[in-house]
C-alpha cells in the first residue's frame, strides 16, 4: 500500500513570494489533514478536510494561508505572501473513516525556508 | 481544549540501557493517546496508542507505553535501547469526536551513546 506522498520535499522562497504544496492521501482515506511543524516544536494543525468539506481550520491563518481538497482526494496548500515565521515543515496526513479514533498516517513532509 | 507536555526536551542514554520518556497530558474525557517516533527528514511513525481496556500497551520496535489516569500520564518506555532508536519522540492526544485532529507535545530528542 503506498504511504501519504507530499512534493515537493524541499522549498526556499524570499519573503512576499508565494508556495504551494501538494498532498495526496492513501487512497480511500477520507480525512486529510495539514499540520505545521516549526524548528523545535510539535506539529500544529492548520487544516482537517472530511472528503471535500473543511471539518476545523481554526487555526489557519486565513490571511495568507488557503487549501484546497477539490475531488475529495489529493490537497494543495498555499502561502501567499510568505512570511519568514514560516520556516517550518508541513506534514500531511490521512486517515481512514473508521473505528473509534481514526489512526493518521503521515507524509515526509516539505521543508519550506523563506528568506 | 487538550494540551500534552514532555518535560524532557533532550535526553541521553547509552546503548543496552533502558529508557523512559515523559509525558503529561490534559484533557477533560477519556484521552486518546499516541506515541511519534521521527527520524531525520523522515514523516512521523505511529509507536504505539491508547484508546481504552488495558493501561500497558504494546508497540512497534520493542516500545510499551503505561496510562495513568490519576497522574495523566502516558510515559514511554523501552529495556533496552538501540543506537537506531536515536531520534525525536513526540506524544500526542486526540479529541476522539469530529475532529480529530491530534494534539502534540514539543518532543523529546533521544540521543544514544555508544
Known amino acids: 500500500e503506498a504511504g501519504v506522498a507530499q512534493s515537493p520535499r524541499y522549498k526556499i522562497i524570499e519573503k512576499r513570494q508565494s508556495v504551494a504544496f501538494w498532498c495526496n492521501p492513501i487512497s480511500g482515506h477520507a480525512t486529510l489533514y495539514w499540520y505545521q511543524q516549526i524548528l523545535g516544536q510539535g506539529p500544529k494543525l492548520l487544516i482537517q478536510f472530511q472528503n471535500n468539506g473543511v471539518v476545523d481550520d481554526s487555526q489557519l491563518p486565513k490571511d495568507r494561508f488557503s487549501a484546497e481538497r477539490l475531488k475529495g482526494v489529493d490537497s494543495t496548500l498555499k502561502i501567499q505572501p510568505a512570511k519568514l515565521e514560516d520556516s517550518a515543515v508541513y506534514l500531511c496526513?490521512?486517515?481512514?473513516?473508521?473505528?473509534?479514533?481514526?489512526?493518521?498516517?503521515f507524509g515526509p513532509g516539505t521543508r519550506l525556508t523563506v528568506t | 481544549a487538550q494540551s500534552v507536555t514532555q518535560p524532557d526536551i533532550h535526553i541521553t542514554v547509552s546503548e543496552g540501557a533502558s529508557l523512559e520518556l515523559r509525558c503529561n497530558y490534559s484533557?477533560?474525557?477519556?484521552?486518546?493517546l499516541f506515541w511519534y517516533v521521527q527520524s531525520p527528514g523522515q514523516g512521523l511513525q505511529l509507536l504505539l496508542k491508547y484508546f481504552s481496556g488495558d493501561t500497558l500497551v504494546q508497540g512497534i520496535k520493542g516500545f510499551e507505553a503505561e496510562f495513568k489516569r490519576s497522574q495523566s500520564s502516558f510515559n514511554l518506555r523501552k529495556p533496552s535501547v538501540h543506537w537506531s532508536d536515536a531520534a525525536e519522540y513526540f506524544c500526542a492526544v486526540g479529541a476522539g469526536t469530529g475532529r480529530r485532529a491530534l494534539t502534540f507535545g514539543s518532543g523529546t530528542r533521544l540521543q544514544v551513546q555508544p
Open positions: 496526513a490521512s486517515s481512514l473513516d473508521r473505528g473509534p479514533f481514526y489512526e493518521q498516517y
Open positions: 484533557y477533560g474525557a477519556t484521552p486518546y
